[in-house]
């Protein structure tokens, strides 16, 4: 087949009639995996992606930018509950992996065994570990060295180690990674791998066309068997100048944890089982800090360069642009001076906490709702203890237990652990979550979940979910390796090879 092309809205007139064997809603993750295998295996493949295509040179540094241009809903997306947690989502060529911090870890096997267990998954660790090989390969997985980790890393890999703690640098998606540390700004270097380097380009070498702008609305399905997609072509006010019919043997929905459950809400789909939208997971994460006298200067290194694991919670080192923290911590009046003293990391919660996506209407942001459960509350305070932990083994003077108004600096460990007592309410933590995960959750049995092991949805034939929002459960780790993985698996398996 001859190669495809990468379109932007100006190439498609208002009207057009695309012809593919499939249509793929979504170019992050789960689509770009999708994309590449079925294009590989000689099917005509058009992706459609409502965000913009973006070359490292056409990207500004700066937050404000990043938001408007390169998040799902301009990145306001807030969950509500008794703690509200702001969201984060990708939307680009390229999906979240566009502005994601390139950590690849494995699904643990106990969470693939469990998903065997209680939902009849035939993905267990045996099945996914050669998918895992696969796409570490492609996008050139590679553990990180002491030289791009930088100080922000290598203090807390100094206080992991004397503690005896399970740690070590982080594996990534970035070859030519320099340490900027700007990873959710885009990388301007075009040192990541995001999908947009590697998985799309070998797609459209083998044919498949990727059409960036351009907003799937309806999912056509004529006899209870999906036909097709009639998508919204944008312009750079997210405006819709017309309409474009994709005619398809079948359509995979990649549009991410909350993207594919809208989708299906708004054309009434595939909710016999009332679980389109529900289960939603986003692996809530808590940022805390530490002064040091020591020089940290957070903001150079690689954006997160060194974990410590804990029992379903990992800590991971965070860098940030300088006004991150320059307007988060009480640093007093000599802010600017003390802010290269600052380290900072985070730690994420597989999350036993669940919500639901709505969607609210055309032009409206969704609505969605989330409340933590009790575990949860109870593994951000160990988290947040083991945090203090580390910077004041590594020597810190002074930590920030939690990053908010409510709880104190702490000049010594002993004043930490009291600020961060067993009965800490919840609506004291600070969530942030950019994992969002099962709102269209597999199942064997139709009435647990929305889509069969294979993908393909319970209700409409040649329907299928290839993106996160299939996971059953959390998963732990952060995703993009097991939803890239998945995504490969379930578009091999469509072609019938296996995998
Ligand atoms: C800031 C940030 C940092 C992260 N860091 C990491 C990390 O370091 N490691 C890691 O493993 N994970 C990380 N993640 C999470 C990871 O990137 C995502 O879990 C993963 O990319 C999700 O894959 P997906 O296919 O489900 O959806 P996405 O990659 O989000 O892709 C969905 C795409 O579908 C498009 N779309 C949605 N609806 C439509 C529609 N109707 N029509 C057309 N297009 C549509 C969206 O614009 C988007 O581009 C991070 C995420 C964020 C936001
Ligand atoms: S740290 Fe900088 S160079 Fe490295 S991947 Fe992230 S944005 Fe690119």
Same mark, same amino acid.
């Given at each position: ?8 809205a ?34 005509k ?19 404000s %930018?990043?938001?408007?241009?390169? !998040? ?35 699904? @643990? ?5 469990? %998903? ?29 060295? @002491?030289?791009?980790a ?24 970035a ?12 990388? @301007? ?40 997609? *009639?998508a ?5 006010? $997210?405006?819709? #100048? ?22 299906? &809400? ?19 994460? &808590? ?8 020089e940290?200067r957070? %903001?150079?290194?690689? #954006? ?15 860098t ?15 802010n ?7 380290? /900072? ?5 597989? $999350? ?6 709505? %969607? ?45 108004? #409510? ?15 067993? $009965? ?9 979550? /950019?994992?969002?995960?099962? *709102? ?10 929305v ?12 329907? !299928? ?7 059953? #459960?959390?998963?732990?780790?952060? @995703?993009?390796?097991?939803?890239l993985?998945?995504? *490969? ?11």
């Open positions: 087949m001859l190669p495809g092309r990468l379109h932007s100006a190439d498609l007139k208002p009207g057009t009639r695309i012809k593919a064997d499939v249509a793929v809603v979504g170019s992050g993750a789960g689509g770009a995996a999708v994309a590449a295998e079925l294009a590989k295996n000689g099917l493949v058009a992706v459609l992606e409502e965000g913009r295509s973006f070359a490292p040179s056409d990207l500004v540094t700066r937050p %930018w990043a938001y408007r241009h390169l !998040y799902a809903g301009r990145s306001v997306l807030v969950a509500r509950g008794e703690v509200l947690i702001p969201l984060a989502a990708g939307r680009a060529v390229g999906g979240s992996t566009f502005v994601n911090s390139a950590i690849c870890f494995r699904a @643990p096997d106990r969470v693939l065994r469990e %998903w065997e267990r209680d939902f009849g998954s035939p993905w267990t660790p045996d099945r996914m570990a050669p998918l895992f090989d696969e796409v570490e390969r492609a996008l050139d997985v590679q553990k990180i060295g @002491p030289e791009i930088r100080h922000n890393s290598l203090v807390f890999k100094r206080g992991a180690e004397k503690l005896g703690l399970d740690g070590d640098f982080i594996s990534r998606n070859p030519g990674c320099v340490g900027c540390g700007v990873c959710q700004l885009g990388c @301007p270097i075009g040192g990541k791998g995001s999908v947009d380097k590697n998985l799309l380009p070998a797609a459209i070498e083998n044919g498949a066309d990727v059409y960036s702008e351009v907003r799937a609305r309806d999912v056509r399905v004529e006899h209870g068997v999906a036909k097709g997609v *009639t919204e072509v944008l312009d750079r006010d $997210d405006q819709a #100048t017309g309409l474009v019919e994709i005619e398809a043997e079948r359509v995979f929905l990649c549009g991410g944890a909350f993207g594919t459950p809208q989708l299906l &809400q708004r054309n009434r789909l595939c909710n016999g089982s009332g679980q389109v939208g529900e289960n939603l997971h986003v692996h809530p994460g &808590q940022a805390a800090a530490a002064l040091f006298d020591e940290i957070y %903001w150079d290194g690689v #954006t997160q360069g060194y974990y410590v694991h804990l029992e379903d919670a990992i800590l991971e080192t965070f940030g642009t300088p006004e991150l923290f320059w307007a988060a911590l009480p640093l007093g009046q000599m600017l001076r003390r802010l290269k003293h600052v380290a /900072s990391a985070g730690c994420m919660i597989r $999350d036993r906490g669940r919500g639901r996506v709505r %969607w609210q209407g055309e032009g409206s942001l969704p609505a969605i709702t989330y409340e933590m459960d009790e575990s949860d509350r109870a593994l951000f305070i160990a988290g947040a203890r083991a945090m203090a932990r580390v910077w004041f083994a590594a020597g810190a003077h002074t930590s920030y237990p939690l990053l908010n108004a #409510t709880v104190d600096p702490a000049r010594s460990l002993d004043e930490a652990l009291r600020q961060l007592p067993d $009965d800490l309410p919840a609506r004291r933590l600070n969530p942030y979550g /950019s994992h969002p995960q099962s *709102t269209c959750r597999m199942s064997a049995d139709p009435r647990k979940g889509c069969k092991p294979t993908g393909e949805t319970h209700e409409v034939e040649n329907l !299928y979910v290839a993106d996160g929002s299939l996971f059953p #459960t959390a998963l732990g780790v952060n @995703p993009q390796i097991t939803i993985a998945l995504a *490969t698996g379930i578009a091999r398996e469509m072609v019938g090879k296996g995998a």
